[in-house]
């Protein structure tokens, strides 16, 4: 079995990089059992969460894809370790793999037959776990595996961008015309630096249609922004799919936060007209935890410290919605706020606190931030957190939303510090 310093580990990592390079995806599983066994594994294989994050899904290679055809490429085993189905698939909430994924450590499982679960993590996006096989259990080479781990999780994400086939494998049900529009332009749910991470979620995954939101990191600086749309149609993806590249179009010219706002609408106003979009467009200066923003109609942000939401801390008099000319004619205001170390800014839509259950039970502004910080004080992760808090959303509303739901959360934890 092979180790974090020894040699052949670095050239089966080597290897499994170069090949990657010239193969298509469904020939990755493959690939990837294959360095497995090359390290003394009696297997490998990649599961991705879906896109509600509910399940991990095994990724099929070419002689268990059922609509592929084994003939179209090279005679490959396939990438499922030793004894196991193929079709199985993991529970994200209880199972071994799924503890994984959520809490992004290994998970080891002494079997028979031994089996190891290892997450893939994207920087700080979480992309799914990597079952290996071990005979014999051996726990010290935990980092080799991790070191593995890693790797594919690199190589999945760039062969996904062009991949229908790791697209189609991450969803269990068509997509509607706008919220395939908008996914197109989302950027990962969840990204970070040692400062600062933001995550975000978003429903009804499979028919948004208005709301949307991003985030970036340059600079020292992290962006934010939160975006709702009038309708529910394909127009009104268009309008948030409008605005959001307004706002990065606008922000990579070296635009402040009025400037953004100004750009979403005259955009609005010039190729959308009479499409209302409400946002809050913000940026954290994560050196000296300055937070600046812009709130267009749009809920007042909370300010989460420790475990309590400190009062009315970011509400300020909410401008007009974009997309009425009103932006474009005058100096937009940007607010300010000096946080401290540990808090967090939580921006979400209406689609979130107006949700109603069955009997007309609003699901609130309290019940949303009682949930967030019972499921952070408990230990979890900002991206573990809103998984929870979102599911907790859609059965409050019997798993059929009325209305776009979109929840960022923005913590500060300057030096790896957190609360």
Known sequence: ????????????????????????????????????????????????????????????????????????????????????????????????????????????????????????????????????????????????????????????????????????????????????????????RTIGTRDVTSSAVLEPAYDVGGDAFDHSVAGGHLHVSV??????DLASGGASSVALAACRSTRRDGGDLADIARAIDRTLGRWIPDRLLTAVVADLDTATGDLAWVNCGHPTPLLIRGRHVVADALRRRAELPLGLGFHDQGPQPVHHLRLQPGDRVLIYTD??????????????????????????????PAPEALRHLIHSLLAHQDHRLRDDATILLAEWHPHGRRS
């Open 1 to 188: 079995m092979a180790t974090t310093d020894d040699p052949v580990l670095g050239g089966v990592l080597a290897r499994l990089l170069a090949r990657s390079r010239t193969i298509g995806p469904r020939d990755l599983p493959g690939l990837v059992d294959d360095a497995a066994r090359a390290l003394g594994a009696a297997g490998a294989r990649i599961y991705l969460a879906d896109v509600q994050q509910q399940h991990l899904v095994p990724l099929s290679g070419p002689l268990d894809d059922p609509l592929d055809d084994p003939s179209d490429g090279p005679g490959q085993r396939v990438g499922a370790a030793d004894g196991e189905d193929a079709e199985d698939g993991e529970d994200i909430e209880t199972t071994l793999a799924g503890r994984a994924y959520r809490l992004e450590r290994t998970q080891l499982s002494a079997g028979p037959p031994p089996v190891h679960w290892y997450p893939l993590v994207d920087g700080a996006e979480r992309i799914g776990v990597l079952r290996v096989a071990a005979r014999p259990p051996q726990p010290e080479a935990t980092d080799c595996w991790e070191s593995l781990a890693a790797l594919v999780a690199l190589v999945v994400v760039s062969k996904a961008a062009f991949s229908d086939m790791i697209v189609r494998t991450t969803r269990d049900r068509p997509m509607s015309l706008q919220a395939e529009l908008l996914w197109a332009f989302l950027p990962p």
């Open 351 to 380: 689609g979130v606190t107006d949700a109603r259950s069955t009997i007309g039970d609003t699901f609130g502004e309290e019940r949303l931030t009682d949930a967030l910080v019972q499921h952070m004080a408990g230990g979890e």
């Open 227 to 232: 975006f709702d749309a009038m309708g529910h």
